[in-house]
């Protein structure tokens, strides 16, 4: 029997100390370590398994990842490939740590090379750019099966709203992306969907609502969206029995374009007034009236605003009227949608251009994911008092 040298732990941790100045220390000092406890393991496992006659059978390399390099271990194998170590399974969650590491760091806008950059400064040279590409191609396919999910039946309330982005075709050009948010029977909120239309169509929309239907929606009790071509007849269309709600910010901005910068604030402040979500016992058909004599009043000075006077929609913007004063506020406008959309804009912006659609679907989609694990959880208390959204 050979001679063994025996250590106290004293001696030990100086040697250990000393080692770990060295500049690669840390990952050889683990990498023993972790040699030796699976050699451990595979000793315990061969005296506790005799029946079978097994013995060991030399080692595998592996490849793991450390800290600043990599791991290169020797795992020990035993010649019936029975021996799975419990360590290596715990190394084997960090790998799966990494890779939600990555997930993270792409749906923040990070492309595959500053991704395989970040791992190299923490872990070492052990994630190539085709191993990140692989590992992003995998997270794209984990947000488009999350963007086809199946939907509920109802929603109480939809909102629908657009963000542009950048991407390249044949070129770059900037494409509109609609976004579709619904207040879920438990008034907590949801992304339905992200829909993209380089050209804005009636078709398109009918395309987009009758794709919420095939995933199993098949009621919503209000639609609320901007002054979007043609989305007030898709609803009509797909969804009769719902109620629709136009943004009324975004009219009172479109209107206020056709007035001049001096007038504008008093203009502005006269159309808000028209709105007036506070009021329990304020009528759609009294908001309709004041609106109309308002855009009177200043026709005299501004003739363009006969267009809106005779518009034939105008009761679009005062739904919200026939809904508890408690909620008006959060159905009146497209304002939820638009936060969601500055949350987009916060991931896309790292990037000057997408370089497919496909990419935007990713980035955008990691958002919604993020958001619905997150803020969107939490319901909005003050549906409750409805009894027309909340049929709980």
């Not at 638009?338 to 997408?354: D, H, P, V």
Request: aromatic share 10%.
């Amino acid at each position: 029997m050979e001679n063994q040298i025996k250590f106290t732990k004293e001696q030990l941790q100086v040697a250990v100390n000393n080692y770990l100045l060295e500049p690669e220390g840390v990952n050889d000092l683990f990498t023993m370590v972790v040699n030796g406890l699976m050699y451990g393991e595979r000793k315990e496992f061969l005296s506790t398994n005799q029946k079978e006659r097994n013995k060991g059978n030399g080692y595998r390399q592996l490849l793991k990842a450390g800290i600043g390099s990599g791991l290169e271990l020797q795992v020990p194998r035993d010649r019936l490939g029975m021996f799975k170590p419990v360590l290596l399974g715990v190394l084997e969650q960090q790998e799966e740590k990494i890779k939600d590491l990555s997930f993270a760091l792409y749906g923040k806008g990070l492309t595959t090379r500053q991704i395989s950059e970040v791992l190299t400064d923490i872990y070492g040279n052990n994630y190539s750019k085709s191993g990140i590409s692989r590992i992003t191609t995998e997270f794209s396919e984990v947000v488009e099966s999350w963007l086809n999910r199946p939907l509920d039946t109802r929603y109480s309330v939809v909102f629908i709203d657009a963000i542009h982005v950048k991407v390249r075709r044949d070129v770059v050009a900037t494409e509109a992306f609609y976004v579709v948010l619904g207040l879920k029977e438990d008034l907590t909120r949801e992304v339905l969907a992200i829909a993209n239309f380089p050209t804005e169509s009636a078709s398109g929309w009918l395309d987009t609502l009758r794709g919420l239907q095939q995933r199993g929606l098949e009621q919503a009790e209000l639609f609320v969206f901007d002054d979007l071509k043609g989305l007030d007849s898709s609803i009509g269309q797909c969804f009769p029995s719902s109620n629709q709600q136009k943004c009324m910010l975004h009219f009172q901005r479109n209107l206020s374009k056709n007035i001049r910068v001096k007038d504008r604030e008093a203009f502005c402040t006269q159309v808000k007034e028209v709105f007036n979500p506070d009021d329990k016992t304020y009528t759609a058909q009294q908001a309709e009236i004041n609106l109309i004599d308002v855009l009177k009043q200043w026709s005299k000075k501004y003739p363009s605003l006969n267009h809106t006077i005779k518009r034939t929609d105008l009761s679009l913007l005062f739904t919200y009227l026939s809904y508890d004063y408690r909620v008006r506020r959060m159905i009146y406008t497209t304002n939820w949608i638009e936060r969601l959309n500055k949350s987009f804009r916060r991931t896309l912006k790292i990037r000057n251009a997408l370089p497919t659609v496909q990419a935007a679907f990713t980035l955008m989609g990691y958002v919604a994911m993020d958001i619905g694990n997150k803020t969107y959880k939490y319901p909005i208390t003050n549906f409750k008092f409805d009894s027309q959204l909340n049929k709980t």
